[in-house]
Structure formats: structure tokens, C-alpha cells
């Protein structure tokens, strides 16, 4: 649980000068925190209650995430002195369940080689880095240096990749002394490096982003690396600048394939930003996409889930592969409506493959920790929901509601739709529902907000999904701002914001041009993590 510390005026100038100090020993023109530390008491407007959010000013992609001696860390783009995009660093927290977080020190400040852009973070089991000792492990990061003032001269090769690295736990950091690791081949874009180890080869594996395509290098001890293949010039989506990728294994079956998330900006499906992802097989230098190049698998199809990517060091009696992505948009995410704080993480999901009728497809599901939130259980006993009609029953937020639909059976109208309203007494509404004729989700936020912070804001997105045997399931997180669906047993995801000028206290079920059935439903209230 986030830890508030209560500070007066001279104790904080005290806490600052210790806590620059002890950065500044390792970390050459690195910037003290100049500002405030917070009091609050995460009750702001729009704060989210089950998200993981910064304690104050702005995030963006979440970096670093790795797994270690019962922690869950994770480590995040970080602009400490406001509430929009600046000079990077790498913000912290660490969790026991990955619901309930405590903040952290800032892990990582810009020096003289530039800003600290994404990255990831492994344990160096067997100290091939020689960082640490066979005994003490190092936990190792892997970050893009972005020096913005080269960039600012028109060089084209200003990202280069370092390390640091932590003998304690995560708690305090070392940049490597001859850093950076990885220079600039001379591209443009060169960032956001995602390591993995590779047992068959026993080495490193980089996944990096360069552009329009994914780079993969390998190392057999973190520091020095070989260039080994690409993938994706002539594959997927290439409306925008890649990304933030990862590269990992999933069983289908008894058959191992190789999954690539991919985000791109912008290109998304509905404008801004997105994620998409491929998957094939990797031989240690190389992607192989199994689908037409020309397919584009998106892992979300709402517009506020982008530059995630998954946990290393799960333990393998875990097994599981575990997702996190930022919750907003490029197109708008500074300019949201918050005050002290900007933007929040989505909460995390198990991924997994599956065979569907269109091949094998990702699926994500909430992970199970999530349920340990739920307070209390209401049963939603409404069956028959009449055509072009309306039940109306309270809603306390955050939630989540599990619900499962049947129609008449009729062939539905060309605009035939049922799902849920979320409302208050202003009349606004966030509406996701399911379209039979069309045979897909929608999230409608057109009406969401009588307040116009963005003109792009207000959308529509849409999901195709055939339901084999005509039930619609649904399962939705809702927060203070955000609603997360996932349907079909995680084979359709949307996950998107919404910022109400009152808060939605009513849930309406509605059917129009067709007879829907909510065959089951219940909902859960949910306690709050902070």
C-alpha cells in the first residue's frame, strides 16, 4: 500500500540533500527533486482506485518490469517536475500482488549521455555481467539514452543504449562506467530495448526498436553486443514510429510459438497510438512471422492501452506471462483533465494463445490477484432486458461486473445493439455494448463528458468477435476513469478512459432494435488499493 509520508518544510530540505547526495555519488549531473513530496490521500478528481498511478506529476510507458525475492517492480517513464512530457527518468514502485503498490525513489536520472528513455530489466542469475557475484545476483537494467541536445543539432544517431545495475534489491542503482553499451548504428530512432535470456544459446537477447522494423542482438554478458537480424519492414501496421517491443515464448497446445508486441505512434486503429502484435517463430537471430505480412493483430482495441510489455523472471512454477501497458493515448494523454498527478497503468493481465477459427490469437485475461479486491457481491437478477427499453440500477465504482448475454435468436437489424450505460444525473454516458448484425464490441465515449478537453477524445472503437455459441460474456474493471472490457474469455479487449464532470453513479442495461437476455450477472464492488 503507497506509504504517504507527512513532512514539515525543514524536514523535506534535510530529505532532499540526503537523497541527492546518495544519487549523486554515482550519478554525474543528475537533478535533485525540487519539488513538494505529496500529501495526498489519492482522492483526487479522476484518481483511479485500482490503477497504478504516479504519487504526482506525469508517466508515461512502464519500463523495467521484472520479478525478484517476492517483489513485483515496476519501473516507469518519469518527469518529476510536471504534470507533461519532459526529461526523462525512470520512476519505481514494487508490489507484493501486483495490485497494492508502495512507491519508490526515482530509480534513474538523465547525465551527460541524456534522458533515461524505456527499457527493460532482467536478473543476472548467473553474474555473466560480472556486476555482481554468484552469491548476489545483480538486478540489471537496460535503458535507451536519448541526449536531446544532439538531437536538437540534427544528428541522427542521439539514442544509444546503457545499463545500471542494483546490488540490493532494486532499492539503489549503479550505472555502468563505460556506458553506453550499444551506440548508434546511425538510425534515427534506435530505443526501448527488451532483454531476455535464451537458454538453447545461453545468451542475451536484445529486441530493439529502429524505426519502421525490430532489431535483435545478442550478448553473452549484457555489456558487449552483436547485431543478429530484423524483422517487420514489410509486416503489420506502419502508420507511425515503432515501439516498444517484446519478444517472449507461449504453449499453444504442446507447441511452442514466439510472440512480438509491437506498439506503434501514431497508426493505432482508431487514431493515436496502439499495440500490435505478431507471432511466429525466433531461432536466436530472427523473427518469422506465421501470418500474411499484411495482417495486423491488434492487442487491444480500445484507444488507452499502449507501449506495454510483460514480466521477466516469473518464477516457472508461476508460469505465467504478465502484461502491463500505460493507459493512454499520445493523441491527448497531456491534456487529460487531472491536476496533480497525469495517467495511470492498466491492470495487469495474463497473456496466453489460443486457437480460434482465424488461427491462433492472444488473449489476456486479469490476473487472478485482482479478486482479492472484491468487497461486496450484488447478483443481477434481470433476464428479459425488452426491446428499445432501459433498466436502470445504482452503481458504486470501482467495480467489477461479470455479465453474460443471449439474444432472441432473430436476424437482428442492421443497427441492433445491447450492452450497458454508465450515467449520472447530468445525462453524460459511457456506453459499451455488442452489435449482432455486425458481430462486434463497441465503446461509445462520444457522450462521456459534457467537458471537451480534446476534440479526438470523443470516439467510437469497435471490436469484430463471432460468438460460436451465441453468448456474449462480458467482464469489465470499471474505475474512476477508465473501463476495461474483456469478452469472449480475453479474446477481445478495449480498454479505454472517459472523465465525467460528475462521477457515473447508475449502470442502465439496454436492448435496442433487438430482445437481449442477461442470463447472468454479477457484480462485484471493489475495495480501493491505496
Known sequence: MIRNK????????????????????????????????????????????????PDS??????????????????????????IVWGPMHWGHAISTDLVRWEHLPIALYPDEHGYIFSGSAVVDHNNTSG????????????????????????SIDYQTQGIA??????????????????????????????????????????????????????????????????????????????????????????????????????????GGSATQYFIGQFNGKTFVNDNSDSAILWLDHGRDNYA??????????????????????????????TKRWRSAMTIPRTLELKNTEEGIRLFSRPVIELETLRKDTTRLNIGLIPENQN???????????????????????ADSRFGLSLFNAMGEQMTIGFRPAEQEFYTDRRSSSKRVFNEGFESVQYARFNPEDGQIEMRLYIDVSSVELFAGDGEVVMTDLFFPVEEYDSLTFFSQDTEAILQKGILYSLQPIW
Open 391 to 413: 433498466i436502470t440500477i445504482p452503481l458504486e465504482i470501482p467495480c467489477e461486473i461479470d455479465l453474460q448475454f443471449t439474444t432472441n435468436g432473430n436476424h437482428p437489424e
Open 57 to 82: 506529476m506525469w508517466m508515461n510507458d512502464p519500463n523495467g518490469m521484472v520479478y525478484y525475492d517476492g517483489e513485483y517492480h515496476l519501473f516507469y517513464q518519469y518527469y518529476p517536475e510536471d
Open 165 to 270: 545495475y542494483s546490488l540490493d534489491r532494486g532499492r539503489n542503482w549503479t550505472k555502468y562506467d563505460q556506458n553506453p553499451v550499444l551506440p548508434n548504428p546511425g538510425l534515427r530512432d534506435f530505443r526501448d530495448p527488451k532483454v531476455m535470456w535464451y537458454p538453447r544459446e545461453e545468451m542475451w537477447i536484445m529486441s530493439l526498436a529502429a524505426g519502421d522494423h525490430i532489431r535483435f542482438y545478442s550478448s553473452p554478458d549484457l555489456i558487449h553486443w552483436d547485431f543478429e537480424g530484423e524483422f517487420g519492414s514489410n509486416a503489420g501496421a506502419h502508420g507511425g514510429v515503432w515501439e516498444c517491443p517484446d519478444l517472449f515464448p507461449l504453449m499453444v497446445g504442446s507447441v511452442k510459438k514466439w510472440v512480438l508486441l509491437v506498439s506503434i505512434n501514431p497508426g493505432g486503429p482508431f
Open 131 to 154: 556486476l555482481g557475484t554468484e552469491e548476489q545476483p545483480p538486478m540489471v537494467a537496460i535503458f535507451t539514452y536519448h541526449d536531446a541536445e544532439a538531437a536538437d543539432k540534427g
Open 308 to 337: 506495454g510489455v510483460t514480466y521477466s523472471n516469473i518464477p516457472e512454477k508461476d508460469g505465467r506471462r504478465i502484461f502491463i501497458g500505460w493507459m493512454s493515448n499520445w493523441d491527448y494523454g497531456q491534456e487529460v483533465p
Open 6 to 53: 507527512l513532512l514539515l518544510f525543514s524536514s523535506l530540505l534535510a530529505l532532499l540533500v540526503v537523497f541527492s547526495c546518495n544519487y549523486q555519488e554515482q550519478e554525474k549531473n543528475s537533478s535533485p527533486v525540487t519539488r513538494q513530496l505529496s500529501e495526498s490521500q489519492y482522492n483526487e478528481k479522476y484518481r483511479p482506485q485500482i490503477h497504478f498511478s
